[in-house]
């Protein structure tokens, strides 16, 4: 049995250490939520949460609000809570998935130990003049990483060519790449650009949501023209996407994200309706900062601890606790 015996929230503002951007978003620092529960025997639970206008549709103040105004009256009215009943609490409550997956992993929390981990993970080379790219790449392989995430837009093909050209040009072992562009893709732009890419397909791990998220059926056509894996990320924003997910037979890959989901216990649901399904999971962040990038570690973990997973949120941060080292992420 658990009494909540406060609850508060705190903003926090970190910088970032370059420009982190995408065909949705340019990012220089982070502002995100912290969520605290104290219990009556001294103990804290905490979970946070960052706003994503262009990819969830909220805002910091959004948020704030409904953690102040829904969430703590709610929780403070509770006088006893029992662990069987921790689950359905966050999920039953009127909020945005982000601010219920700062709710749900604290909940979570107070039944799980919180370990240290260490967990593979991609680095992500943002949107940039082809000149720089070079310069970008070899700098994240000196740090051990092998696993690109290349985000790109809507470019010229030629101009998408030079830049795998110039990553393909680095003859080091294991080095994947992982294409992401972010729904910025038109039909006949992906159909195009899944055929230039073919000719790199060793290279290429997987293609990650290059149609906007109400193009789902279109992504059946775009897995029958090419043998590159398509990953599902924006499409899949909680537990009620996951059955025409499975349905549309277009993905092999899935990108599970504790903000979209709403929190780690849908978020392992998910995971294990589709793994089932035999669709790959890896899990993912926003630009979160390192508490938020923790928690996610947490799930990775959890589903898969094996895996190359999406975790270098943290990574861009100029102040930080966790640490990457040859492409690792340790809490």
């Not at 982000?98 to 604290?106: G, K």
């Not at 030629?158 to 795998?164: E, F, N, P, T």
């Not at 890419?197 to 109400?214: C, K, M, T, V």
């Not at 056509?221 to 059955?243: F, H, N, R």
Request: proline content about 3%; charged content about 25%; aromatic content about 6%.
């Amino acid at each position: 049995m658990i009494t909540i015996e406060s609850v508060s929230i705190e903003k926090r503002t970190s910088s970032l250490h370059s420009p982190f951007v995408t065909a949705l978003r340019r990012v220089s620092e982070i502002e995100s939520i912290q969520f605290k529960l104290l219990l009556d025997d001294g103990r804290i639970a905490k979970g946070e949460c960052v706003a994503t206008p262009a990819i969830m549709g909220d805002s910091i103040e959004q948020i704030e609000r409904e953690l102040r105004h829904i969430v703590i009256p709610e929780l403070l009215s509770l006088k006893k809570i029992r662990d069987e009943e921790l689950p359905e609490i966050a999920l039953n409550l009127p909020i945005s998935n982000s601010a219920r997956a700062a709710v749900d992993f604290a909940l979570w929390s107070l039944c799980n130990e919180i370990k240290p981990v260490s967990i593979k993970t991609d680095v992500t080379i943002p949107i940039c003049d082809i000149s720089e790219l070079s310069n970008l790449l070899d700098n994240r392989i000196k740090e051990g990483f092998s696993v690109m995430k290349l985000k790109v837009g809507q470019e010229t093909l030629s101009d998408l060519r030079a830049r795998i050209e110039i990553i393909a040009a680095r003859e080091i072992s294991g080095l994947l790449i992982r294409i992401d562009p972010n729904q910025s893709w038109s039909m006949e732009y992906a159909l195009s650009a899944m055929n230039l890419l073919g000719d790199f397909a060793n290279l290429i791990e997987y293609i990650e949501q290059p149609l906007s998220r109400f193009s789902l059926d279109d992504n059946l056509k775009l897995k029958q023209s090419s043998d590159i894996a398509l990953m599902v990320d924006e499409t899949l924003m909680g537990l009620d996407d996951v059955d025409r997910i499975i349905d549309i037979g277009a993905f092999r890959w899935a990108n599970i994200k504790l903000i979209k989901a709403g929190g780690i216990y849908p978020a392992l649901q998910m995971a294990k309706q589709l793994s089932e399904a035999g669709i790959k999971v890896s899990i993912g962040s926003m630009m979160e900062s390192e508490f938020g990038l923790c928690s996610a570690a947490q799930l990775a973990h959890l589903v898969n601890p094996l895996s190359v997973h999406d975790l270098d949120a943290a990574w861009w941060l100029k102040e930080k606790t966790v640490s990457y080292e040859n492409g690792i992420l340790k809490t």
